[in-house]
């Protein structure tokens, strides 16, 4: 029961309740095993919970609210990042400036083929025998969609005088009551040097600090991992402990 959790619960007079999956594969570390506690996923209250799932350290994906529970394994630690405290550093002002003309637009997250080709050829490339790599329409409206989250589709494009330019980037995020959610970004495999993961996390903090929202939530960072290190450079960051978020202080 998450009032166990210390929280505060709902109106409603019953607890959502929790479950805690078998092992299986972990998603991050091939060589190692996973559990996962997971919110109710039949329960009619989860659109309501989710924001406050967010600030207990749990991610969506699809329509599973889960966060890792390992035996023995604490590697993955939830992240959000302040928005109206955040300043860029170096690195990030010369990717602002390197894409200063890519233009930002946000979509309610409804899949078009533009989306789902870029989607394809981002897992052929990065995520090569992972699993992955044969996701089709199905899979990406399961994976990033979802039957009762609020997202969007915020794209990045290039300029053109008329119409659409050419889709760059995807950042697929959830917004709750005061607070964006990155849920997956995938881009063009073939402009690694424009650093669009990066410009996307960028762009999300601009759309929540012109919202007034008090943050962005980045999901799990890893320490040593090379898909996942890239976190920490966004600061200041907060790190969830377990019970609090607190300044991160990894350097």
Same mark, same amino acid.
């Not at 007079?13 to 039949?42: I, K, N, Q």
């Not at 390992?70 to 170096?90: K, L, T, Y």
């Not at 760059?168 to 073939?190: G, I, Q």
């Given at each position: 029961?998450?009032? &166990?959790?210390?929280? %505060? $619960? %709902?109106?409603?007079? *019953?607890?959502?309740? +929790?479950?805690?999956?078998?092992?299986?594969?972990?998603?991050?570390?091939?060589?190692?095993?996973?559990?996962?506690?997971?919110?109710?996923?039949?329960?009619?209250?989860?659109?309501?919970?989710?924001?406050?799932?967010?600030?207990?350290?749990?991610?969506?994906?699809?329509?599973?609210?889960?966060?890792?529970?390992?035996?023995?394994?604490?590697?993955?630690? &939830?992240?959000?990042?302040?928005?109206?405290?955040?300043?860029?550093?170096?690195?990030?002002?010369?990717?602002?400036?390197?894409?200063?003309?890519?233009?930002?637009?946000? =979509? $309610? /997250?409804?899949? #078009?083929?533009? %989306?789902?080709?870029?989607?394809?050829?981002?897992? /052929?490339?990065?995520?090569?025998?992972?699993?992955? *790599?044969?996701?089709? /329409?199905?899979?990406? *409206?399961?994976?990033?969609?979802?039957?009762?989250?609020? #997202?969007?589709?915020?794209?990045?494009?290039?300029? &053109?005088?008329?119409? =659409?330019?050419?889709?760059?980037?995807? /950042?697929?995020?959830?917004?709750?009551?005061?607070?964006?959610?990155?849920?997956?970004?995938?881009?063009?495999?073939?402009?690694?040097?424009?650093? +669009?993961?990066?410009?996307?996390?960028?762009? %999300?903090?601009?759309?929540?600090?012109?919202?007034?929202?008090?943050?962005?939530? +980045?999901?799990?960072?890893?320490?040593?991992?090379?898909?996942? *290190?890239?976190?920490?450079?966004?600061?200041?960051?907060? &790190?969830?402990?377990?019970?609090?978020?607190?300044?991160?202080? =990894?350097?």
């Amino acid at each position: 029961m998450l009032a &166990a959790m210390g929280t %505060q $619960p %709902q109106p409603d007079s *019953d607890d959502l309740r +929790l479950f805690h999956t078998g092992e299986h594969a972990c998603g991050y570390w091939p060589e190692r095993v996973a559990r996962d506690l997971v919110l109710d996923p039949r329960d009619p209250r989860l659109r309501d919970w989710y924001p406050h799932a967010l600030g207990w350290g749990f991610r969506r994906s699809g329509d599973i609210v889960y966060r890792p529970h390992c035996s023995g394994c604490r590697a993955c630690v &939830a992240v959000r990042i302040p928005v109206e405290q955040f300043v860029p550093d170096r690195s990030q002002r010369r990717c602002l400036a390197r894409n200063a003309q890519v233009e930002m637009r946000v =979509h $309610p /997250a409804e899949r #078009n083929e533009e %989306q789902l080709d870029l989607y394809k050829r981002y897992l /052929a490339s990065r995520h090569a025998g992972g699993g992955m *790599d044969g996701h089709g /329409a199905i899979e990406f *409206d399961q994976f990033l969609i979802g039957s009762w989250s609020e #997202n969007r589709f915020l794209e990045l494009r290039e300029p &053109a005088p008329r119409g =659409h330019g050419r889709l760059l980037a995807v /950042a697929v995020t959830d917004v709750v009551d005061n607070a964006l959610s990155a849920v997956y970004t995938f881009y063009d495999p073939d402009l690694a040097d424009r650093s +669009l993961g990066t410009l996307a996390i960028l762009r %999300q903090i601009e759309w929540a600090r012109r919202e007034r929202r008090s943050h962005l939530y +980045l999901g799990y960072w890893i320490a040593g991992h090379p898909k996942m *290190d890239y976190k920490r450079r966004f600061r200041p960051l907060e &790190a969830f402990d377990g019970r609090d978020w607190r300044v991160f202080t =990894h350097l």
